[in-house]
């Protein structure tokens, strides 16, 4: 089984989970930016952060055989603050860079009047810059904040077919898959969506437009729920190969309207293969 995972914090994980990931069929991902757990007070903590995701850790998922890519923005909990607004302006360079196959995550938190404005500047942004955007849906009033963000999307002139709005459930899938949007759906321990709930998703509304991701971030959560989504729906009946459109075909397809996507790699002979670590200076 082949994984491309669509969104995984890795900032937040450590070495031993890409050794873990490599050995359950992780291939490629794609790591968002996102809020690091405490209020960031200026633009250079950003940048610092940002040229982590397109080097720190492209190197770090290399030592195993996996092809990270980045996505890149303002954060919608990060919008609120005003100290953080310079950051909009740092965005256009980060965009141009080799690996940045989408901005995001790009969206709501708490569907303020400062989230309207950076969200539809991000959007912009993402037209300006051919580039997809990954859209965060709010954790509280969910069915409004999906609904909203539909609207924000459809006032940008972004193709919906260049947007996953992602963090969906059962309450929110339908009004993502009427709008021709893609749907994301991350999987979690406890909370937002379990693989056995994903595989009802996927019979009730099929394959097409479907990217399902561990997230894992600094809360409770496993990188392996990618994998352990598969295997649920191999026992629910579905093909390997229905399996490898959701997991690998899938995210491919979106992403891959960046005209950045790098897979050359991932197959070749000197991937890691269990056998051939490199830790710290190693």
């Not at 437009?209 to 990188?223: I, K």
Request: charged residues 25%; negative net charge; aromatic residues 8%.
């Amino acid at each position: 089984m082949r994984i491309f995972d669509p969104h995984i914090h890795m900032t937040s994980r450590t070495t031993d989970d890409y050794e873990r990931m490599a050995a359950a069929g992780v291939r490629a991902l794609v790591e968002p930016a996102f809020w690091l757990g405490q209020p960031r007070t200026g633009v250079g903590s950003f940048t610092d952060y940002f040229d982590s995701l397109v080097g720190w850790e492209p190197y770090r998922a290399s030592q195993f055989g996996i092809r990270h890519h980045a996505t890149i923005a303002l954060n919608p909990k990060e919008a609120n603050d005003p100290r953080c607004r310079e950051v909009l302006g740092v965005l256009p360079r980060y965009l141009e860079k080799d690996g940045v196959v989408a901005v995001g995550e790009v969206g709501y938190d708490s569907m303020t009047p400062a989230e309207d404005e950076v969200f539809a500047v991000q959007l912009a942004l993402a037209i300006e810059h051919e580039l997809p955007a990954l859209v965060h849906t709010p954790h509280r009033d969910k069915a409004r904040g999906t609904a909203r963000t539909l609207a924000v999307v459809r006032e940008s002139g972004l193709e919906p077919g260049r947007v996953a709005v992602d963090h969906l459930n059962e309450v929110t899938v339908a009004a993502v898959a009427e709008s021709g949007c893609w749907m994301g759906f991350s999987i979690y321990p406890e909370t937002k969506m379990t693989a056995e709930r994903m595989v009802h998703i996927l019979r009730e509304y099929g394959l097409e437009r479907m990217l399902v991701n561990s997230a894992a971030d600094w809360g409770r959560s496993d990188p392996l729920l990618t994998r352990r989504t598969g295997d649920a729906m191999l026992a629910a009946g579905f093909t390997d190969d229905e399996v490898d459109k959701v997991l690998w075909r899938n995210p491919v397809e979106f992403y891959g309207q960046s005209k950045r996507l790098d897979l050359s790699t991932v197959d070749a002979p000197e991937a890691w293969n269990g056998n051939s670590i490199r830790r710290g200076g190693e």
